[in-house]
């Protein structure tokens, strides 16, 4: 196998269930808890013998209360949890041997590609390696961001009443460069360019 299109989850995980089982190394990289498994319940992180687990997400996966808890709960068992602010291709490495990228959410569902040739899973993870290199801890992360996750809802709110950057500042005692600033703030949080996509993508994480 070179390369190949899966066009479920079901499908990958049948086809891939018995990799991540007998995994020693796995790299994951994705932009929220939604990318991977969405359909399936999340079961409860646990590590065996020596596998080495590295996850790496976008800072709005932080402002679910229940995503969060759980990055906490895999930082905890042992699993390497950072957050980077960049774009993330959101992707799988296993055992530096298989590739698996995720494909756009289309309809409820994504296609997997799914990579075995050396020189891809080389170029894939070089990627990965030099965003984690950047990325932050999950703790440390969560110090500097505790500020915004606690206002977000509140800021989430008042773009969703369409008022004028002067009202909404007002309504939340802030100067109006700083709601600014915490405006575009969050909008790096969830990757979006605009105040709308912002919204669409706090929709797409339950935040709203």
């Not at 997400?57 to 990055?71: E, M």
């Not at 109006?176 to 915490?182: C, E, G, M, S």
């Amino acid at each position: 196998m070179t390369s190949t299109i899966v066009r479920s989850e079901e499908a990958l995980f049948a086809r891939t269930a018995h990799l991540f089982a007998s995994a020693t190394e796995v790299a994951c990289a994705a932009d929220d808890l939604n990318t991977w498994a969405s359909s399936r319940p999340r079961p409860r992180p646990q590590l065996h013998g020596d596998k080495r687990v590295r996850k790496m997400y976008r800072p709005g996966v932080l402002l679910d209360p229940t995503s969060a808890a759980h990055l906490r709960e895999l930082d905890r068992v042992g699993v390497d949890v950072r957050i980077s602010p960049d774009e993330i291709n959101e992707t799988i490495i296993l055992d530096r041997r298989l590739v698996i990228l995720a494909g756009e959410l289309v309809g409820g569902s994504r296609e997997f590609s799914v990579f075995d040739s050396p020189d891809v899973v080389r170029s894939v993870s070089t990627l990965f390696e030099a965003a984690w290199r950047v990325a932050s801890p999950l703790a440390a992360y969560e110090v500097r961001f505790a500020e915004l996750r606690a206002l977000a809802p509140k800021l989430l709110d008042v773009l969703a009443s369409g008022c004028k950057d002067e009202t909404a500042a007002r309504r939340l005692d802030l100067g109006v460069r700083t709601y600014r600033r915490r405006v575009a703030e969050l909008m790096a949080a969830l990757g979006a360019t605009s105040r709308f996509q912002a919204g669409v993508r706090a929709r797409e994480l339950g935040l709203v």
